[in-house]
Structure formats: structure tokens, C-alpha cells
């Protein structure tokens, strides 16, 4: 989806933000590992905003979605070598159906930074999962997994898929499909950026830590690289973008709403 050098951009960026880095917080594993990740709401226009809102991502899900969608979150998922932590078998509509979304007509890109692979903690997926509609979580450390003992029995019918990915690529799935990741015991970083969308006909109906119904606007892809590339040959950072008065995710994830 994002060739080699709008990929190096992205890494670029992420590696070096300041902003990211201080927005960034821990999700213990259940497993004595943390997975460090930084999370937002609104696309902005940053190279992380280029991307979530390239007219190949966006368009794509709204194939997928069968309708016009806007943007729910993006976070980044910074998988450090030796210490990132796992996550637990779950469901993302396992945590949307929380903030007032009736449909799980929602879904998400997940964009490799770094190559994923068993060693350093790549995405699992149940193929074919999304079908067995919303199924029951609980707290497993920080995280909230789906029912364990349901998971082992699904796995029993349903193939298990360890998604190895090369930097630019994509994986587009739905927010009823049971995925999971390893904790990184390996010496490589395994960083990844995921976009998550809803449908524009699935408005939640209260108000949440993510946001209701707002247009997005597509921009050409392009602009990922063009964008990335004038910033950085003007010396810039991404500047201060991640600001919680604006962004309730910024706090919102850290329990401090």
C-alpha cells in the first residue's frame, strides 16, 4: 500500500516525534510484558493524517464498508525490541460497542513500519471470525480479551494466520475478527500504524472518547510523500498536534477519563 519511501517518511516521523513519544503510554500484557502505543483521534495534518486520510485507504474501506466512512482513531503500536509486549485475543468491536456504536460496520488498516514476523510479534489473525459476531471480553492485565475459553474452541474450526508483513503493507479487517500479537523477544523493532474507520450510517449514539460522525476529507496519495518530504527538508518536526484540550483520546486511554 505505501511504497518504500513514503514508508521510510512514516518511520522517520514516528522515531522522531517528540509529541508521540510523550503521548505515549503502557498497556501491561497479562504476560509480564507492556505494549507502548500512542493514540488520536482526528487525522490532522500530519504525515499520520496524509495517510489515514489517501484516497487508497480511505476508498478501500469504504468498499469494504459499503458507504462512506470517517475517521474513528489511528494510534501507533511501538513494538521496541526485547520489551514490547502482546496482546490478547480480542475483538476491537469488543471495545466499540462500548462507545454507543449499534453496527459493527467499523473496521481497520494496519500499515507495517518495520517487517512484521513471528520472531518480532507479528499481527495473528482467526480467519473467517468476523462472522461469529460480538463475543464476550474481560480484563487480561490491562487489556480487555476476548473470552478465553471461547477463543480455544474457535480455534478448533477457524484457521489461525500469522500476518508477516513487509513495510507498506497493509492488512484491512473487520472489527469482529479475533486478532492477537506476541511479545517482541526479538532484537528488531516491530512499529506499525493502524487507521481505524466507521461507517457514516453507524453514528454512535452517545458521546465517547472517540468521536461521532465527521466528514473526512480524502487527499490524493501523493500527498504522503510530498508532505513528508517537505517537512523534513525544511528541518521540521511535526510540531505540537497531539493536544488533549482538542483530542480526548490523548487522555481518555490512560484512564484519566
Same mark, same amino acid.
Given at each position: 500500500?505505501?511504497?518504500?519511501?513514503?514508508?521510510a517518511l512514516?518511520?522517520?516521523?514516528?522515531?522522531?516525534?517528540?509529541?508521540?513519544?510523550?503521548? +505515549?503510554?503502557?498497556? *501491561?500484557?497479562? $504476560?509480564? /510484558?507492556?505494549?507502548?502505543?500512542?493514540?488520536?483521534? @482526528?487525522?490532522?495534518?500530519? #504525515?499520520?493524517?496524509?495517510?489515514?486520510?489517501?484516497?487508497?485507504?480511505?476508498?478501500?474501506?469504504?468498499?469494504?464498508?459499503?458507504?462512506?466512512?470517517?475517521?474513528?482513531?489511528?494510534?501507533?503500536?511501538?513494538?521496541?525490541?526485547?520489551?514490547?509486549?502482546?496482546?490478547?485475543?480480542?475483538?476491537?468491536?469488543?471495545?466499540?460497542?462500548?462507545?454507543?456504536?449499534?453496527?459493527?460496520?467499523?473496521?481497520?488498516?494496519?500499515? +507495517?513500519?518495520?517487517? *512484521?514476523?513471528? $520472531?518480532? /510479534?507479528?499481527?495473528?489473525?482467526?480467519?473467517?471470525? @468476523?462472522?461469529?459476531?460480538? #463475543?464476550?471480553?474481560?480484563?487480561?492485565?490491562?487489556?480487555?480479551?476476548?473470552?478465553?475459553?471461547?477463543?480455544?474452541?474457535?480455534?478448533?474450526?477457524?484457521?489461525?494466520?500469522?500476518?508477516?508483513?513487509?513495510?507498506?503493507?497493509?492488512?484491512?479487517?473487520?472489527?469482529?475478527?479475533?486478532?492477537?500479537?506476541?511479545?517482541?523477544?526479538?532484537?528488531?523493532?516491530?512499529?506499525?500504524?493502524?487507521?481505524?474507520?466507521?461507517? +457514516?450510517?453507524?453514528?454512535?449514539?452517545? $458521546?465517547?472518547?472517540?468521536?461521532?460522525?465527521?466528514?473526512?476529507?480524502?487527499?490524493?496519495?501523493?500527498?504522503?510523500?510530498?508532505?513528508?518530504?517537505?517537512?523534513?527538508?525544511?528541518?521540521e518536526s511535526?510540531?505540537?498536534?497531539?493536544?488533549?484540550?482538542?483530542?480526548?483520546?490523548?487522555?481518555?486511554?490512560?484512564?484519566?477519563?
Amino acid at each position: 500500500m505505501l511504497d518504500a519511501e513514503e514508508t521510510a517518511l512514516l518511520g522517520r516521523a514516528a522515531h522522531a516525534d517528540r509529541v508521540l513519544d510523550e503521548h +505515549a503510554f503502557g498497556r *501491561a500484557d497479562g $504476560e509480564g /510484558g507492556t505494549v507502548r502505543l500512542a493514540l488520536w483521534n @482526528h487525522p490532522t495534518d500530519t #504525515i499520520y493524517g496524509m495517510i489515514a486520510r489517501c484516497e487508497s485507504i480511505v476508498g478501500s474501506m469504504e468498499k469494504l464498508l459499503g458507504g462512506e466512512v470517517y475517521h474513528y482513531h489511528s494510534k501507533m503500536i511501538m513494538k521496541d525490541p526485547l520489551v514490547g509486549g502482546a496482546w490478547t485475543w480480542h475483538q476491537d468491536y469488543g471495545y466499540w460497542y462500548q462507545n454507543g456504536a449499534l453496527f459493527p460496520w467499523m473496521g481497520s488498516a494496519f500499515v +507495517a513500519i518495520d517487517p *512484521a514476523t513471528r $520472531e518480532n /510479534g507479528c499481527l495473528q489473525m482467526i480467519r473467517g471470525s @468476523h462472522q461469529l459476531g460480538r #463475543i464476550e471480553h474481560a480484563l487480561a492485565g490491562d487489556q480487555a480479551g476476548a473470552d478465553q475459553a471461547r477463543v480455544d474452541e474457535i480455534l478448533k474450526r477457524l484457521e489461525l494466520v500469522h500476518m508477516e508483513m513487509a513495510p507498506g503493507d497493509t492488512v484491512f479487517f473487520h472489527c469482529n475478527t479475533l486478532h492477537r500479537s506476541d511479545q517482541n523477544r526479538s532484537a528488531n523493532p516491530r512499529w506499525s500504524m493502524i487507521c481505524s474507520y466507521n461507517a +457514516a450510517r453507524n453514528d454512535p449514539y452517545r $458521546e465517547s472518547h472517540h468521536p461521532r460522525y465527521t466528514p473526512l476529507v480524502k487527499v490524493p496519495d501523493a500527498r504522503i510523500r510530498e508532505y513528508g518530504t517537505r517537512r523534513f527538508a525544511a528541518g521540521e518536526s511535526e510540531g505540537v498536534w497531539l493536544d488533549p484540550e482538542h483530542d480526548r483520546s490523548a487522555d481518555a486511554l490512560r484512564g484519566k477519563t
